[in-house]
């Protein structure tokens, strides 16, 4: 069965803090024309690069940039407030 985005989001958060790390959500900004939430994982002591530094998904780059391979996690369409699994 495939997990809820509550759920994925709760993992994401797990092994992030397993490892120190960070875990920051922001709205997405090319997907559906801006609907949605960006997962990103940052490790301790790093900040995590503004939208501008970064290079999303596009056609001349499909997995998104160096910046955004690093520290992008997921993208959900909406995350609900509990478990739907």
């Not at 997990?3 to 959500?25: D, H, M, P, T, Y």
């Not at 949605?36 to 056609?59: A, Q, R, T």
């Amino acid at each position: 069965m495939t997990q809820c985005n509550f759920c994925r989001l709760k993992n994401i958060k797990l092994r992030a803090k397993e490892r120190g790390s960070r875990v920051i959500v922001r709205t997405a900004s090319f997907k559906l024309d801006g609907r949605g939430m960006d997962v990103f994982v940052v490790p301790k002591g790093e900040k995590l690069p503004s939208n501008k530094e970064m290079i999303e998904p596009c056609n001349e780059f499909p997995n998104g940039g160096e910046l955004w391979e690093k520290y992008h996690r997921a993208w959900m369409c909406e995350i609900p407030g509990r478990c739907s699994c």
